[in-house]
């Protein structure tokens, strides 16, 4: 996609949703961290179920230790690998309050050094949290980012550096958002719903779906 195209791609998105927010409910970094973990191969409105009550009694590291592993596990257990997300959540969340005052740290490095954080998950965290301009490269945006002709990379790091490469810097904090959502509600898996979305004369994706009779 030539430059001229990316930035009527992205005015497009930006005119019709000025300010995306991601769908994962949370009450402060911590929380946002707990749920993005969470929310690895599940849907949000999965997590925001479980996470509902859980976020009432917890919304510290030290919080989520006095609940403890099982405790924890009771809340979540309707997601896939509760197991293991629970135990990374516990694991996390001790070392935030031994190594960070119980705070979630700004700093990539020390994000991905805690269980069961990814570049992911980290990208999210810096992008909600604090505005920072990243691309959290998911399965949506990997997909969309393709079909759209943004990017031919096969893997999400490739992916994330060639939209970071492409993406005028006005559009990056809410880049990642714009192209989720997208991907969640329209630019489809299975079908695309084409029919319906805004930049489709911008889409390097063929052939186009058309509307259900």
């Not at 917890?58 to 509760?82: D, N, Y």
């Not at 119980?102 to 994000?111: F, H, I, N, S, T």
Request: glycine share 6%; with cysteine; charged share 25%.
């Amino acid at each position: 996609m030539k430059p001229a195209q990316v930035e009527q791609l992205f005015a497009r998105f930006a005119a019709a949703e000025p300010h995306p927010k991601t769908e994962l409910k949370y009450v402060n970094a911590y929380t946002l961290l707990v749920a993005v973990v969470l929310s690895a191969q599940a849907t949000d409105a999965g997590v925001n179920k479980a996470t509902a009550a859980l976020f009432k009694k917890v919304r510290t590291p030290a919080q989520m230790l006095a609940l403890g592993e099982a405790g924890l596990k009771e809340h979540v257990k309707t997601i896939g690998l509760f197991n293991a997300k629970a135990k990374n959540i516990i694991a996390l969340s001790k070392i935030l309050v031994e190594r960070h005052q119980g705070q979630v740290p700004r700093d990539r490095e020390a994000l991905e050094a805690l269980p069961g954080v990814g570049r992911k998950t980290a990208n999210v965290v810096l992008n909600v949290v604090w505005g920072e301009p990243t691309i959290a490269v998911d399965t949506h945006l990997f997909r969309l980012a393709n079909r759209l002709g943004l990017s031919k990379g096969k893997t999400p790091l490739a992916v994330e550096q060639d939209l970071l490469k492409a993406i005028p810097e006005k559009y990056m904090q809410h880049a990642h958002h714009w192209l989720i959502l997208h991907g969640r509600y329209i630019c489809k898996a299975r079908r695309p719903e084409c029919w319906r979305c805004i930049v489709a004369d911008l889409c390097a994706f063929k052939p186009k779906t058309k509307a259900p009779d």
